[in-house]
């Protein structure tokens, strides 16, 4: 068993929000921190892993020097990307009068983002001397940039330093200056900095564990969030475990479907209640076929266009602090080749209560959780075969406020029949992303 653990601690009011398909927290160096446990989770013994098991990639093949991985929800964009020295990469806004642009950037390195104006980067992109309305520069960046008279605006992240930089960056809009706006947590995006340099990997599993502990919690959701989706007053939020399952059918078609396994829980009642949900992520207009999935629950919108499975146990449970639970997501094929993902929690990190197995229709051959570095050259819609145990607001991309907030997170994964366990400790950063979280939901 392999695992990553992050802790959390709020005493200030933060926002936490829903609805990017990234979890800018923690890039999980897998093959690099491991450490042995000597202890067990669901009657599975958990010991270190090897870095034989992964499998490596150059990553600068994998497409992010030419393009970044990223997704948005309306007033949000999130990504990645790698700069190579005297490479920057530009995003277009046109944007009202009093509004902000908000950036958050993490770097390996130094970097430096500009605010121009049409001008002003005309002349940074075509190399002449150039002037900015405002920057900020450093491999931690938070800025707010606010705009007196509406037009289009360029954001401009630039490596100017001799290396390689690794760039997670978060951008919104919003009518008042705003930190970050994505879940925290444990995220593997099969990348991982190892001695100052990047590495890329990947692997397959069929099983990853969330476990869940909450201390203390007093959520409330505002009046506004990007997202454009919010419930005022309302006091729940979210723990999401998420997964991409990858099906090859028998006609050697690769299908990618996103698995969320969640607990969503009431911070003013202490109750919860779980949901799954599950999302055709094989291409750009891919949906769920009713006719071709079963389960406990059925094929509903989002949006009223994107269609998507979704069962959820709606009879809150009572629940006394510390709480403790351990998400589960497991994946295989039945005896007629039809793939199917089970959803289950545990209260007592033995026994485990499936409360739904969803199948997949179509004949395969092969099923299996994987974890793969974004590739934007490649054809798959969001360009992330992640995983992520991640915190965020509750439901249909709506954000909340977090008073205080405290929550510890150990992320299980098993390769073949061995079990391997993963920790990480909580950094400083920990807190401060905090600040700002979203939720993931497509679209």
């Known amino acids: 068993m392999l695992s990553m653990h992050v802790n959390f601690s709020i005493d200030y009011n933060v926002k936490l929000a829903i609805g990017i398909a990234l979890a800018m927290m923690v890039i999980a160096p897998l093959i690099i921190a491991g450490s042995a446990a000597a202890q067990s989770i669901l009657g599975y013994e958990v010991t270190e892993p090897q870095p034989n098991m992964f499998s490596y990639i150059n990553p600068i093949t994998t497409g992010l020097t030419k393009y970044p991985a990223q997704s948005g929800v309306n007033d949000t964009t999130a990504g990645m990307v790698i700069l ?32 121009m104006n049409n001008g002003e980067y005309l002349s940074f992109s075509s190399g002449e001397s150039y002037n900015y309305i405002g920057e900020a520069g450093g491999n931690v960046i938070e800025k707010a940039f606010y705009i007196s008279n509406g037009g289009t605006y360029y954001i401009v992240i630039d490596n100017n330093n001799q290396g390689t930089a690794f760039v997670l960056y978060e951008i919104t809009e919003s009518p008042s200056p705003e930190g970050p706006v994505f879940p925290v947590g444990i995220a593997d995006y099969g990348l991982a900095m190892l001695q100052g340099n990047l590495v890329a990997y990947e692997y397959s599993t069929n099983m990853f564990v969330g476990e869940v502990t909450i201390y203390n919690a007093s959520t409330v959701e505002p009046n506004y969030c990007p997202s454009l989706e919010n419930e005022p007053g309302n006091d729940w939020f979210s723990v999401q475990l998420n997964v991409v399952m990858l099906v090859q059918t028998v006609n050697g078609v690769n299908q990618y479907y996103w698995l969320q396994n969640v607990l969503e829980f009431n911070s003013q009642g202490d109750q919860f209640q779980v949901l799954d949900n599950v999302w055709n992520d094989s291409g750009s207009t891919s949906v769920i076929n009713s006719a071709l999935i079963s389960g406990n629950g059925g094929v509903t919108s989002s949006d009223g266009s994107v269609l998507y499975y979704d069962w959820g146990v709606e009879q809150p449970e009572s629940a006394t602090l510390p709480f403790t639970i351990y998400l589960v997501i497991k994946t295989g094929l039945s005896s007629n080749g039809y793939p199917w993902a089970a959803f289950g929690y545990s209260l007592n990190g033995q026994s485990t209560t499936w409360y739904d197995n969803v199948t997949i229709k179509i004949p395969s051959s092969y099923v299996d959780i994987v974890v793969t570095p974004p590739n934007p050259l490649s054809s798959k819609y969001v360009p992330f075969n992640d995983a992520e145990l991640v915190i965020a607001g509750p439901w249909s991309s709506e954000c909340t406020v977090a008073n205080t907030l405290g929550v510890e997170l150990v992320f299980t994964l098993s390769m073949v029949v061995i079990w391997f366990q993963y920790r990480t400790c909580g950094i400083s950063a920990c807190t401060r992303l905090n600040q700002y979280l979203t939720h993931h939901q497509y679209p």
């Open 84 to 115: 190579l020295p005297s490479y920057y990469l530009p995003f277009q806004y046109n944007v009202s009068t009093g509004q902000y642009i908000n950036i958050y950037v993490w770097s390996n390195q130094s970097v430096t983002v500009y605010l």
